[in-house]
């Protein structure tokens, strides 16, 4: 498969595979025998690049994905990239489906979490390390020096911060080098194309994050479209698979099945390929349980699209008139 270069001279697949999906927000989690087959035929397929973060699964096992993506992964271990995330709680006591998220990223926490994960994921080392988000009562350059100990410590190779702007990453930065930012990045959430000056200038990667604006761009999805009702999916509360949204995205959807007819590939293919093309350090990480879907989205690496092509759908993105798009749970505000 095509690769992509994040900085610090890390690697990886063009496309990676969001694993959250498996345990966490998308309905009740896949069986474990069926999402460690995904994975690995993952890797057979080509992928290299991996993402999970050790809040990703249910109230009764919040660690869930992590021991599932390090046992599918073990045999392949040298082959791959695995990025994980910490310093992140839900506030289960909310009462919303989609939680307010509560930070922590004293230093002590961070040491907590680290070898929490490296157990869990069955590992010596993780290759990508990112806050997953910024914690208000902790300076990034205090979570930036933490970092900097366990690349020496050779518990991770590399780290990244997730959901950040332009301020925050160049802080970091200045404390040790920041491989990726992994924000929210796709057709219908492009603010973070902002920083691309920024992440060009310091030769930091962009992982995309929800990358098919969480499946709409994969044209599946109709206004009638049902998701599980019990708070275990995000979906049903997501504005752009309202009735109305999906209305007002139909130019969108048009735009994105042209551009796949022309190209001989899906929606979801095009979406992911307008973004690898628009840059070489842009590697996006889309989740699925679907084998179909999960061979549609790594097929993405093999479309080329120009500059001018890609230059040309973001115009096209400019006058498109599109819904609200889900843009993340709530960060709980310092007490």
């Known amino acids: 498969m095509k690769k992509q270069q994040l900085g610090q001279g890390l690697e990886v697949s063009a496309v990676g595979l969001g694993c959250m999906g498996l345990s966490h927000a998308y309905g009740k989690p896949t069986a474990e025998g069926e999402a460690v087959r995904l994975i690995r035929d993952a890797v057979q397929l080509g992928c290299t690049f991996f993402d999970t973060a050790e809040c990703y699964g249910t109230p009764d096992d919040p660690h869930q994905n992590e021991v599932l993506v390090g046992r599918a992964l073990a045999p392949y271990r040298d082959r791959v990239v695995i990025g994980t995330k910490f310093g992140l709680t839900f506030d289960l006591e909310d009462g919303k489906v989609n939680h307010d998220l509560v930070p922590d990223a004293r230093p002590e926490a961070i040491r907590r979490s680290v070898e929490g994960s490296l157990r869990r994921l069955g590992t010596d080392y993780i290759d990508i390390y990112y806050q997953h988000r910024q914690d208000p009562n902790v300076p990034v350059e205090v979570v930036a020096e933490v970092m900097r ?30 491989t990726a930012v992994q924000n929210r990045f796709s057709m219908m959430a492009r603010w973070y194309e902002k920083l691309f000056p920024t992440l060009e200038e310091l030769g930091i990667g962009l992982v995309a994050f929800s990358p098919l604006a969480n499946g709409l761009l994969s044209c599946a999805y109709r206004d009638d479209s049902a998701f ?4 275990s999916d995000y979906r049903a509360i997501m504005p752009q ?15 994105v099945d042209e551009l796949a007819a ?5 929606p979801a293919q095009i979406s992911l390929a307008w973004m690898i093309c628009k840059k070489p350090w842009i590697a996006p990480i889309p ?3 679907k084998e179909l879907r999960l061979r549609e989205n790594l097929g993405a690496a093999d479309i080329e699209l120009a500059a001018d092509e890609v230059a040309a759908i973001d115009t096209a993105l400019d006058g498109i008139c599109m819904s609200e798009v889900f843009g993340g749970s709530v960060v709980k505000k310092a007490s």
């Open 262 to 266: 022309a190209h001989d590939a899906t």
């Open 287 to 289: 989740g699925t349980r």
């Open 149 to 178: 100990d366990l690349i020496r410590e050779g518990k991770i190779r590399a780290w990244g911060l997730s959901e950040v702007g332009e301020d925050v990453i160049r802080r970091a930065h200045a404390v040790c080098p920041v």
């Open 241 to 255: 698979f309202s009735p109305e949204a999906m209305e007002q995205n139909q130019g969108l959807l048009h735009l």
């Open 228 to 231: 599980e009702k019990d708070g």
